[in-house]
């Protein structure tokens, strides 16, 4: 892989071209695949440096499959991704892959699986380094201190060899965020931080991240199932369905404006802390459809209250409908 300048112009983190993530379905142990679950299908989409990208839409949609893939925990079916103006899609060297590991890392959405429970804070959090062969033990302990105080576990010192049990939730995911920033990596994917959280503890955790990537100019691509975390914490949304991106847009416009069905009955759905506030209410039919070799035709077209004859034939191509506002519907295409 060449050395490339990891700046340009438009100062774009990483850039995603039709990006796609199949798994195979075996009926049998030893059968072989015939049938493919399509994760990931024909993803487009760019992240500049210091952006906040919110992935939204129901468990199945694709959301945390397009994190890892696009950390390449997963391998793409097809597509591209570029990362800091070099190609990833493909890395077969163990240098490339430590690179990439070492610009880019994960939060992940349970702290009580993602944290060894054999380890103690300091060296779950001092992994990175470790693998990154960075620094000697004193100046490992010293960051993994540093860290540990800017994400909130203070005095940082008393906590170096707990071990995660030892923890309440929060400050198990408070680790967890640390762990992922101790290299100050350039590009976070948070796959559902605060789910796992009481409500309280989930907007320090919400304030605490929008601290640091402003803090730290990090690009964050931000997975959750909850349009209003969505709003509090991204300047883009992308709503999938179905492996798709259906819509997506700077934040507000999506929550003011939006345009498909899918969107309209998620936004429908967020409860209003207001008795008199009156919400015209998007009714969509049965359950989320299946991703095994769905045909070639509109992902919401069963569950669609607006659905025409053309969405029962063709896919809609993700169109821009203006300042940057994309949709994928034939309500708004031409056809």
């Known amino acids: 892989m060449p050395e490339v300048e990891t700046s340009n112009a438009t100062d774009v983190v990483i850039k995603v071209e039709h990006l796609k993530k199949y798994f195979p379905v075996r009926r049998g142990t ?195 199932h909850d349009l209003a975390v969505a709003r509090y914490m991204a300047d883009y949304i992308s709503v999938m369905y179905l492996g798709k991106m259906v819509e997506y847009g700077k934040t507000e416009e999506i929550i003011q404006n939006p345009l498909h069905p899918y969107t309209k009955a998620l936004i429908s759905a967020v409860p209003v802390p207001d008795p008199e506030f009156k919400r015209k209410s998007i009714q969509i039919k049965g359950g989320i459809g299946k991703a095994i070799d769905p045909p070639k035709r509109c992902r919401f077209y069963e569950r669609c209250p607006f659905a025409k004859d053309i969405c029962a034939k063709e896919e809609p191509m993700l169109i821009d409908v203006g300042e940057g506002h994309k949709v994928a519907c034939f309500l708004y295409s031409k056809n």
């Open 30 to 224: 030893f059968a072989r695949a015939k049938q493919f679950l399509h994760a990931v299908d024909d993803l487009n989409f760019e992240v500049k440096k210091g952006e906040v990208i919110a992935l939204v839409g129901e468990s199945g949609c694709g959301k945390t499959t397009t994190g890892k893939t696009l950390l390449r925990l997963y391998e793409p079916t097809d597509g591209k991704i570029t990362f800091l103006n070099r190609d990833v899609t493909c890395i077969h060297s163990a240098q490339d892959r430590k690179w990439l590991h070492s610009k880019s890392q994960m939060i992940f959405q349970d702290p009580f699986e993602s944290l060894n429970p054999r380890k103690t804070i300091f060296d779950i959090v001092s992994e990175p380094m470790n693998v990154q062969n960075e620094g000697n033990l004193k100046q490992r302990e010293k960051k993994v201190m540093d860290i540990l105080n800017r994400v909130g576990i203070s005095p940082p010192d008393t906590f170096l060899w707990r071990y995660p049990h030892e923890l309440s939730g929060g400050q198990r995911q408070r680790v967890a965020i640390a762990r992922a920033l101790v290299m100050n990596p350039e590009f976070v994917v948070a796959d559902e931080p605060t789910s796992m959280l009481d409500v309280s503890i989930r907007t320090q955790v919400m304030t605490l991240m929008m601290e640091l990537i402003h803090e730290m100019h990090m690009t964050f691509i931000y997975i959750t």
